[in-house]
């Protein structure tokens, strides 16, 4: 069954479709939907996954935080999105009778999922796919890591070059910035959503099913800062499974890697049912 409903914060409707299968498992999935997107995601990727997961018994809600979609209100950053998160996970667990909760999010939606789940008892466990976590000082390690160097090593560039068409003198600035900026020490300022991610999935003590992007810049610079750092234990812990899809890009946008996406859900839900 697909179900619209809607709920309200601070006077505000929201609106949601609930994916409810006939037998429901005893944990749901709540689709955070991030910017600028509404609740049928990048390529309907949400729309699928939420009825590839009722196929297998597993019920979901996908919604339009405010100012986006169908919700009223004016559009929150992925910073401000707390309260609507809460809201939609009191509707959706009204509507199932569900006590557990997965949060799924891709790029600043993940980021948000982050900063929120600790807050929340009846979230036991978080899908991460290439969570948004910029910094001048890892975008330009990134930058000179996996563009520029690989440029360099291109037949393409090099023939383009000769031919006189590329733009030698705005490349070669461009460089210089990208590695001055990889130089900076990536401190994060105080309050900051860096720090306040970091802090949050430090608090969380459920599992994490991470995914990462092989033809994404985002997550080339999440992983730079995240993965394999003593500041990130939750994220290098035995509680956190990291899947590399090599060949897909930022939003999954084929069909095979959408497919991925839903096994690895899927399978990561049915962890957690479970270990009960």
Not at 61 to 67: I, K, N, Q, V
Request: with cysteine; aromatic share 8%.
């Amino acid at each position: 069954m697909e179900k619209a409903i809607s709920f309200e914060l601070n006077d505000q409707q929201l609106l949601g479709i609930v994916h409810q299968p006939h037998e429901c498992r005893s944990t749901g999935v709540l689709l955070v939907v991030g910017g600028p997107q509404y609740r049928v995601g990048s390529h309907r990727q949400f729309v699928q996954l939420s009825r590839a997961l009722a196929s297998q018994g597993i019920a979901s809600l996908r919604f339009d935080y405010r100012g986006m979609g169908d919700s009223e209100g004016e559009k929150q950053s992925f910073e401000a999105i707390c309260d609507d998160i809460k809201v939609a996970a009191d509707a959706f667990c009204a509507q199932t009778g569900l006590t557990q909760l997965v949060i799924w999010g891709l790029c600043d939606a993940a980021s948000a999922a982050m900063m929120y789940a600790h807050k929340d008892n009846r979230v036991k466990g978080l899908v991460l796919l290439n969570p948004w976590l910029r910094s001048e000082a890892a975008m330009g390690k990134t930058m000179v890591r996996h563009y520029y160097l690989q440029r360099l090593l291109s037949k393409d560039f090099w023939k383009k070059l000769l031919g006189g068409k590329v733009n030698l003198g705005g490349s070669i600035k461009d460089a210089k910035g990208f590695v001055q900026d990889s130089m900076a020490t990536g401190d994060q300022q105080q309050g900051s959503y860096q720090q306040r991610m970091q802090a949050g999935i430090g608090k969380f003590d459920g599992p994490i099913c991470l995914i990462l992007s092989g033809v994404d810049l985002t997550a080339r610079e999440f992983e730079q800062q995240a993965v394999g750092s003593k500041g990130w234990p939750a994220i290098n812990g035995d509680k956190c499974q990291i899947h590399r899809l090599e060949q897909a890009d930022h939003t999954f946008s084929a069909s095979e890697f959408k497919r991925e996406v839903e096994k690895l859900t899927y399978a990561f839900v049915c962890s957690l049912l479970n270990k009960k």
